[in-house]
């Protein structure tokens, strides 16, 4: 191993969402001096726009910090700053394969809680190095020997290992770092042998095309060789190689251990893989690394532009998409209503919206997504069984001997106060429970088999709301059951509009009905004539609403000083048109689609 | 305070009627707030101080019945003021109190009477408003207080629909589920019904909040709809310069606590805005069809040289077929496209985006 070998370190920041992974990047940022003052705003890393404003991580990001320890070296630290969401554990799952240790952040007034679980087993797979790190040291409510107990206890982890910290006010971060420095191993891997790099994710730049991340486990990337894709053999010349600092940083030449990024004129979007691994030309590797798990969406829709001659801009923008978004999978497809399309798989439905809103708003389009849809399993009387997760394929009832939906196992760890409340909205849920634990005297961990129809829709929502934002909820996904399904149709002014169509559980249809009857009538802003809302099963009408004539503006006045503020409201209901579709005759907005997931049942 | 604030106008129209070349006035219209409050001598000296000349086609004042005097009347007649729109907004007793106004329906009732007499004996116009809509009217009490308000025969009005600003009395009424505003369909139905009462009581609309008799439109806002050149005067007030450029108004306490001789650099009563050609083209269209004659043929050749308007339109004319109309006249909404003015815009606004070149030259 190298001098410069040894003194790297490559981790990345897990937890539960919220519990302060960003936060305390930003300090690590600031001690490596990475930003000026004037630069500097809160969660750094979170460079998208959608995060700033949701205040989440969606993506992974990378970024090496040189750090003086108190032995006098420089050391380089890569560390990846990962997100705590549920939808987005793919991020973390590739990020993990590329480090040899993890910060598993536990934040010290809300303990272990269900995602602080599932992404230590992430790190335990990969056997990581894991340092727990308990976090919000400063708040009145924080409680080290509670939290202390629970790394032992539930994690398993040795609980003197514990560092305390505050990422908000920096307190432990020095130690922290001494600490990444002492307990996690510099990588291993030989610079003089075959390169393998992992590809682990990859973006597309405007100016110079396809940017790809990679973990380099073995050999030297440098600048002007040639590289093979090794999943199709594909051969590129290395333009650029660098690490990732806030920018990219070109550094001529990779080792083995170290993480960065290669440019390579790449041309052909699709010769790009998540997980694919990258080789020299000249001294090959014989075999690949083993890559990534693959990815299993939940969740289906189809994303149809608003002006349908836009589909081909549509395709070009979700093929750059999917390059930073290794979880999102299409296919073609194509709608009465809406033209063509593509029907894309989702790991949720933050998921979901966040490639919806990253299509709006990195490639300035106007879209709508359908309905979306968890993938059901088909026993017809006739040929063989098959998968579906279009409504518009649904067979005529008549046709199937059986259909099943998608199970999950849920895993949500409550303070007991809330159990009643909890236990209640599973049921309702359709969940069984299969196991309960005390894990102490205040804290439960529940177990639930539960249709994962009903955990999409609005379950965590829910379930936040009955245990005032202390419950905790993971999930995986078990297998298939026996359902009773029924297409519902809605009807806008009389027409089916093939994109709002869903399967639904026969008990829960009429409700579901109702309520999105209901959720369309605010949904769709009123048009020149009365727009009648229905849902239909099987051609008899469930449930209706009425969405009256547009107002007339009759008597609004006028005068020389209105002209801009007239001018600028119109401007206003303009960008808000644009975002519509037609559809028959009617102007369907682009929340109508989506809010029917966000319907509440009535009763 | 007043006599501050006429000095403001008149330093104001000093420094705005350099920059505006058109020398004499066609018409003057005095309305905002209340001109009707300054004492006659002010209003004399404001006149002198913009010279007016008195033979202006068209000199409107705006009033509040409640202070419409004879002094008053005396006083426009000698300043050569031949046009008082005066704002009662109901003739029903209730709603009258409701809205706070000062004037009850009595006081309204006299104070037209007084109009009528003022304006009979010359050439001169009046208008009246009446709002629609207001918490507690009903389909049949909206419709008394309509068919009151014609029985006075003014030669000119407009009528109004309630529209709930935040931050007034009115707003918090609603919010605060006071006050409950009319039910939508009858208003909806009052509306219907109304209109067809004004027109056979032989009333032109000639504007969407406007109606006359034959001849006897606001010369003066039919500059505005028409998308004229204006000079405005105080604090808020825009004035369209030229075709490309317009004045946007400052504040109320910028423009009374301002040193005069720094005003004369401009910055305190005005600021620039620089319209491109879309702007021009937008306002064009939404304020002319505000009015009944709509875009004429010389207007839409202007606008729109190298494009063929039934082309250009077509989506449009097809989405909103019966109201509106593209003939050799020009491009125009009839009486029950005028209701849809907002909603046809904004139509209009999101085909010129997709099809017209605001780059072609003109
Ligand atoms: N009081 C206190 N608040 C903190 C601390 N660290 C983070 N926070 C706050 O906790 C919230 C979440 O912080 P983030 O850093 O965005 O958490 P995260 O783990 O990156 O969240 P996700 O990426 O969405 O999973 C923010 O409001 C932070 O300001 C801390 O040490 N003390
Ligand atoms: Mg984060």
Redesign the pocket.
Known sequence: MSKEQEKVRNFC?I????????????RFLEKAKMVTERDFH??ML?SMDI?QE?????KSQAVTINYEAADGQIYRLNLI?????VD?SYEVSRAITSCEGALL?I??SQGVEA?TLSNMYLAMEHDLEIIPVV?????PSADLERVREQVEHDLGLDGDLVYP?????G?GVDELLEGIVEWIPAPTGESAAPAQALIFDSHYDAYRGVVIHIRLFQGTIKEGDSILLMHNGSEYKVEEVGHFRLRLERTGVLHAGDVGYIIAGIKVISDIRVGDTITGKTNPAKAPLPGFREVKPVVFSSIYPVDTNQYEELHSAIDKLKLNDASLIYEKDSSAALGFGFRCGFLGLLHLEVVQERLEREFGLNIVLTSPSVRYHINPQKGEAYYLDNPLNFPEPGTIISAEEPYITAAIITPTDFLGNIMTLCMNKRGVQTHMNYLDEKRVELRYDMPLAEVLFDFYDKLKSVSRGYASFDYEVKGYQETDLVKMDILVNGEPVDALSQLVFRQNAQARGRGICKKLREEIPRQQFKIPIQAAIGGSIVARETISALRKDVTAKCYGGDITRKKKLLEKQKEGKKRMKMVGNVELPQSAFLSVLRTDDED | MSGRYIDRLILQHEILSREFSTGEYGTIYLGGGTPSLLPPKELERLFRGLSVTGREEEITLEVNPESLTDELLDCCTSLGINRISMGIQSLNEGILKKMGRLAGREDNLRAIDKLRRWAGEMNRSWSIDLIFGFPGQSESSQLTDLDEFLAQNPPHFSLYQLTVEEDTLLYRNCQENRWALPPEEEMEDAWEKGIVRIESAGYERYEISSYCREGLRSRHNMIYWNRGIWLGLGAGAASMMNVNHRFTGTTWKRFLEADPSALVSQGDFYEHEYLNRRDILIEKIMMCLRTRRGLSKEDLVSLFPKDKPEVLFADILARWKGKIILDREGLRLNSVGLDWHSAVMVDILLDLDKYFDYNTPL
């Open positions: 920041i937890a539960h969402i919220d519990h302060g992974k960003s936060t305390l990047a930003d809160n969660q979170d995060e949701r205040g989440i991580t969606i700053d990962t997100p705590g969401h987005f952040l934040d010290a995602q976090n919000k040291m400063d708040l910290i505050s990422a908000k006010t307190l």
